[in-house]
Nanobody, 125 residues
Framework: QVQLVESGGGLVQAGDSLRLSCVAS????????MGWFRQAPGKERELLAF?????????YYSDSVKGRFTISRDNAKNTGFLQMNSVKFDDTAVYYC?????????????????WGQGTQVTVSS
């Protein structure tokens, strides 16, 4: 089992920056691919950013955050990050980090084995 705890969310203004953290415990963080998702009220959970386990060779960003958000990980500290710059009102959502084995499509939430509890990000316009 892996436990994930996100932090760093809060209330910010449009244009601000925010960094979310995801601390993993229980098993070796470096063995897993990592994704950051978000879910807004009434909407489906969507993948924002992905980084593969092997030194982050493979990364992905959704069009909605490309150029503004950056995913990273520190395997030595069992921690993943999502740097959010130039946030917009539409970025308001609950943000989740998730881990998966390297099987199946990485953009599908059902292919992730472990999830954090989520952290709320609210952007005021």
């Amino acid at each position: 089992q892996v436990q994930l705890v996100e932090s760093g969310g809060g209330l910010v203004q449009a244009g601000d920056s925010l960094r979310l953290s995801c601390v993993a415990s229980g098993r070796t963080f470096s063995r897993y691919d990592m994704g950051w998702f978000r879910q807004a009220p009434g909407k489906e959970r969507e993948l924002l950013a992905f980084m593969s386990r092997s030194g982050g060779i493979t990364t992905y960003y959704s069009d909605s955050v490309k150029g503004r958000f950056t995913i990273s990980r520190d395997n030595a500290k069992n921690t993943g990050f999502l740097q959010m710059n130039s946030v917009k009102f539409d970025d308001t959502a609950v943000y989740y980090c998730a881990l998966r084995w390297s099987t199946g499509d990485y953009y599908r939430p059902e292919n992730y084995a472990y999830w954090g509890q989520g952290t709320q990000v609210t952007v005021s316009s």
